[in-house]
């Protein structure tokens, strides 16, 4: 339901449009836009429009930009889903809007007001492309509707987490968890999750984040996928194998070939194919 009320302020200049406009007899209404196109005169719609706009600019976008940012250090944080990977896209195509609204804004205010005419639709058509773009190329958009945020601790749990750990504490933990997903391999499992691996451990949730943040300067995603990777990387080594890539992404955690792609490069500064010409 939420989601609905990024809606709102359109559904409302619509109907708001819709309730000066209709009313209006066809040749004041051609007459109207006319003055408006050669900069004769704003509606009362147009000033709101631009109002809207302005806001949309200066508060809308840095509280989605603010609700990205969280979002992604909470998952970060707790989950190793490797699709993760897949929808950084929605805040390019965020960020890409918020210049267009900010381009728009400036140059109707700094040149003239009729630049709308053209200029909108101009920008409106680029901005439509590239979501449509997007959306074609990494079709994993609804993995986001799946994320969950991490359960709440037991109380048990909660009781333990009574100080946050020093770095010496931080050392054992990591070497603690380190082992245990060496051991029993569960970084391969793509559900792997901060509070499975609190349970498994039985290491708080907290001090394990605490830890990996503090004495491997990498968060628990990361951690997970570089594990994966190495796991990938030793496995494409072995040439007498006759797994495929997709086949090794896929045992090592990797829900996709896209996803894993993805974090190979980030982690490695080039693909998998290429890499692997380096060491054949």
Same mark, same amino acid.
């Given at each position: ?5 990024? *809606? ?52 809308? *976008? ?19 889903? =490797? ?6 896209? /929605?805040?390019?195509?965020?960020? *890409? ?31 439509? =492309?590239?979501?449509? =773009? ?20 037991? /109380? ?11 770095? %010496? ?33 039985? /290491? ?16 628990? *995603?990361?951690? /997970? ?21 997709? =086949?090794?992404?896929? %045992? ?29």
């Amino acid at each position: 339901m939420k989601m609905f009320l990024h *809606f709102v302020p359109s559904l409302g200049l619509l109907i708001f449009a819709l309730v000066y406009f209709l009313p209006m007899p066809r040749s004041e209404f051609v007459s109207l836009m006319l003055r408006e196109a050669t900069g004769g005169g704003n509606t009362i719609v147009a000033l709101v429009n631009d109002g809207v706009v302005s806001i949309q600019v200066l508060v809308y *976008f840095p509280l989605i930009f603010t609700f990205i940012a969280r979002t992604e250090r909470k998952l970060k944080e707790n989950y190793s889903d =490797s699709d993760y990977m897949n929808v950084l896209w /929605i805040k390019r195509v965020m960020i *890409f809007f918020a210049v267009q609204f900010l381009l728009i804004v400036i140059f109707y205010c700094i040149l003239f007001p009729t630049i709308d005419v053209w200029f909108v639709p101009v920008m409106n058509l680029i901005a439509s =492309s590239y979501l449509v =773009s997007n959306c074609i190329t990494h079709p994993t958009a609804a993995y986001m509707s799946r994320i969950a945020y991490a359960s709440p601790l037991p /109380i048990e749990q909660k009781a333990k987490e009574v100080e946050d750990p020093d770095i %010496e504490s931080m050392a054992v933990i990591c070497r603690q968890i380190t082992a245990y997903l060496e051991e029993s391999k569960a970084f391969k499992n793509p559900d792997l999750s901060l509070a499975s691996l609190s349970v498994a451990t039985g /290491i708080p949730q907290k001090a394990i984040s605490r830890s990996i943040n503090g004495y491997y300067h990498k968060n628990f *995603f990361d951690l /997970i996928n570089r594990m994966r990777v190495e796991e990938a990387k030793n496995r494409m080594r072995d040439l007498q194998n006759n797994y495929t890539v997709e =086949s090794i992404a896929e %045992e090592c955690g990797f829900r996709s070939r896209s996803s894993f792609y993805l974090v190979f490069k980030k982690l490695e500064g080039t693909t998998p194919a290429r890499w692997l010409k380096t060491v054949q």
